[in-house]
């Protein structure tokens, strides 16, 4: 992939969470530090957070009324740890549903995507968290090649065959275990 060799400015694409917008500060901290142009896109809620690196921020004023469901993020931990799909599934379309109105948001404001566009990018870095997948539409509309950071890839993502009946649900390593793995353990 010559493009990323030659990429110099760089579009950063987190999803609305504070550990994801933190993932993304300090890859591009790295970047920048590599000597590359960054820029992040981000809710005006993590202006603090970006304030600690020395990346450009585009920041997205917050919703006049606050869109996301009270305790979504949490519930989803809380599915998480618990090995709970169901409701992880539940909480993952509240999830997609913020994400949706984020990209909207960034698609649709007056002067983000024509900012944007004037900045002339090279490449987008975009959270693959499956929630988060409308965050796509934005290097799309920029035509910008893009690149993933993720921790949840499933089998299907990535283009793996995979049994939907075998394939644990979440490897995660504070989650019960998963009753396969218990049977599959010598």
Sequence with gaps: M???L???????????????????ANAGRALKNGGYDV???????????????????ILIEEEPVNLVPEGIYHNFEQALM?????????????VTEIMTRLADTILSTDGVIDKLTDLRFHMAIVDGVPGCRSLYA?????????VTITSAHSPWTVGLPAMPSVEPSQLHPAAAPHPLLIELKP
């Design 82 to 94: 618990n090995n709970d799909v169901l409701g992880q599934m539940s909480a993952f379309e509240g």
């Design 138 to 146: 934005i290097p799309l509309k920029l035509g910008l090649r893009y």
């Design 39 to 57: 820029y992040i896109v981000a809710k005006a809620k993590y202006r603090k957070v970006l304030d600690t690196t020395s990346l450009q921020a």
């Design 6 to 24: 030659t990429a110099e400015k760089i579009l950063l694409l987190p999803c609305d969470h504070p550990g994801h917008v933190t993932l993304f």
């Design 2 to 4: 010559p493009w990323i």
